[in-house]
């Protein structure tokens, strides 16, 4: 199983990227797709999550309305389209396969890829 995220880079605050994550090894069908970061000097938090399965989508409180995940199945890719960013989004993001992406969260990392950093400037 491998997960490849990719998109990562230098932005100025209020600019937009777009993370990417390939999949190989697993099917949409199989796992959800969930994006977690890490901040300097801070814990992991869960970002945002989506399931092909039932079409369940999470997004933390912190990026509602900035952040959009979506999923191109023949592709088996994930991607995080990310608006509006802030100094406070700085960190590294990696992309998870999920037992579950529930309305509350992020549930069950079964396998993770090597992080994309993001840095936002301002």
């Known amino acids: 199983v491998q997960l490849q995220a990719s998109g990562g880079g230098l932005v100025q605050a209020g600019g937009s990227l777009r993370l990417s994550c390939a999949a190989s090894g697993i099917t949409f069908d199989d796992y959800a797709i969930g994006w977690f970061r890490q901040a300097p000097g801070k814990e992991r938090e869960g970002v945002s999550c989506?399931?092909?399965?039932?079409?369940?989508?999470y997004d933390a409180d912190f990026v509602k309305g900035r952040f959009t995940i979506s999923s191109d199945n023949a592709k088996n890719t994930v991607y995080l389209q990310m608006n509006s960013l802030n100094v406070e989004d700085t960190a590294v993001y990696y992309c998870?396969?999920?037992?579950?992406?529930?309305?509350?969260?992020?549930?069950?990392?079964?396998?993770w890829g090597k992080g994309t950093l993001v840095t936002v400037s301002s």
């Open positions: 989506a399931s092909s399965s039932d079409g369940t989508t």
């Open positions: 998870v396969a999920l037992s579950r992406c529930a309305s509350r969260g992020l549930y069950g990392m079964h396998y």
